[in-house]
């Protein structure tokens, strides 16, 4: 075989391919709440939607904070809260901003590191989400009992029931890498499974840094 | 867009729609997928179209969105939803297509299968180079250097003429 003398085959499949355009154009309408363009704007307005309920929490949780300054049993929960907030609202900014300036016609390499990086972004809020926000629990009941209802968990609650739910959301961290490592695969039979699987384990995170890898090799040489 | 700008887009897409085809064969391992995929990159190339800037060659930029579009596809990366538009028609463009490419000799069906089994990137380079597009070009598309594109380019050669011999 002969690349060179199989261009001109390759450049006679041409003829052969006689799609009608315009009706793919016209279903484009009705494709527009699927496909990778309707998955960014989802995406986009599920960051929008998110960002505004964290920044309502991160109102109420810093009124909070100016209202219980001197109680340290309040703050250090609180304070902790806030700076989970912010984080994750910088992630949404960062990601909404990367979504807002997807295209694909620009350098394969650039448009490939682009949509890698958001994924990876994804990955690792999905992977906080799961495997931490238990931890939080603690953290949370006392913060909406006190900001709520007025009442002292700290009080309320015998000392042993407060370590034994902040042991939970530590010992949950890995329970549950436990039981995606070892069960994931049940539950990878389907794309959307397998996708959310993917992200837990940490493969998903393995091949967005390969594929990155790869792409960076592209550049330097 | 204005329709003036929608018939200027088919016109220009008509003229180079065996793009879709190549690359649907090339990133599509299983082919049921390649109708999917079709109308995946024909969108984006709609969507996008308010973008191109007629300086440039049409092929060069059609083959960036289509080849962005088919790995992203391809990886899984951001994959939307079921299909939910019937794709029949263009089912029965690619059998049609299908059937000519057969008609052209095992050759091409077998550079296909070999060019199937290279990674995503080595996938785009080499089927820039087999339309004929020059080492400058290629660079620019990929976005990487004109040396790299030239040691890439003899590497995939070599690798599928060992392939098709073996």
Not at chain 1, 22 to 44: D, E, F, N, P, Y
Not at chain 1, 135 to 141: G, H, S
Not at chain 2, 37 to 45: A, D, K, S, Y
Not at chain 2, 124 to 130: G, M, N, Q, R, S
Request: hydrophobic share 45%; charged share 25%; aromatic share 10%.
């Amino acid at each position: 075989m002969n690349l060179d003398t199989l261009k001109n085959q390759w450049a006679a499949q041409d003829s052969g391919f006689d799609i009608e355009v315009a009706i793919r154009v016209k279903t484009a309408g009705k494709r527009s709440r699927t496909g990778l363009k309707w998955l960014l704007r989802r995406h986009s307005l599920f960051v929008l939607f998110n960002q505004a309920m964290v920044a309502v929490c991160i109102v109420l949780n810093g009124i909070f904070i100016g209202n219980h300054f001197r109680e340290t049993r309040f703050l250090i929960p609180a304070i902790v809260l806030h700076l989970a907030m912010i984080g994750l609202i910088v992630a949404d900014a960062f990601q909404h901003e990367a979504v807002s300036k997807m295209n694909f016609d620009g350098p394969l390499a650039d448009v490939q590191k682009r949509i890698e990086k958001l994924a990876i972004l994804r990955v690792r809020i999905n992977q906080f989400i799961f495997l931490l926000a238990p931890a939080f629990w603690p953290v949370l009941l006392v913060l909406l009992l006190k900001g709520m209802l007025g009442v002292d968990a700290f009080a309320v609650f015998p000392p042993l029931w407060l370590i034994a739910n902040v042991a939970f959301g530590l010992l949950w961290i890995p329970f549950a890498w436990f039981i995606v490592r070892t069960f994931g695969e049940r539950f990878s039979k389907t794309r959307f499974g397998k996708s959310v699987i993917d992200d837990l384990t940490g493969k998903r995170l393995l091949r967005a840094r390969a594929w990155l890898k790869e792409l960076a090799d592209l550049e330097e040489r | 867009m204005t329709s003036e700008t929608e018939k200027r887009f088919l016109e220009l897409v008509n003229r180079h729609k065996g793009i879709l085809y190549k690359v649907a064969n090339v990133y599509c391992g299983r082919r049921d997928d390649r109708a999917d995929l079709i109308q995946e990159i024909t969108i984006q190339l709609w969507r996008s179209f308010e973008r191109y800037d007629e300086r440039f060659s049409f092929s060069t930029w059609m083959y960036r969105v289509a080849i962005n579009v088919a790995i992203s596809f391809h990886r899984g990366s951001l994959r939307g939803p079921t299909e939910t538009v019937p794709l029949d028609d263009l089912e029965r463009d690619l059998q049609a297509a299908d059937r000519h490419l057969d008609s052209l000799g095992d050759d091409i069906r077998r550079l296909y299968q070999l060019i199937g089994e290279l990674d995503d990137l080595n996938k785009a380079i080499i089927l820039l180079y087999l339309e004929g597009h020059g080492q400058d070009d290629i660079a620019e598309t990929v976005g990487m250097t004109v040396s790299n594109v030239s040691t890439r380019v003899n590497r995939i050669k070599q690798k599928l003429q060992r392939d098709f011999e073996a």
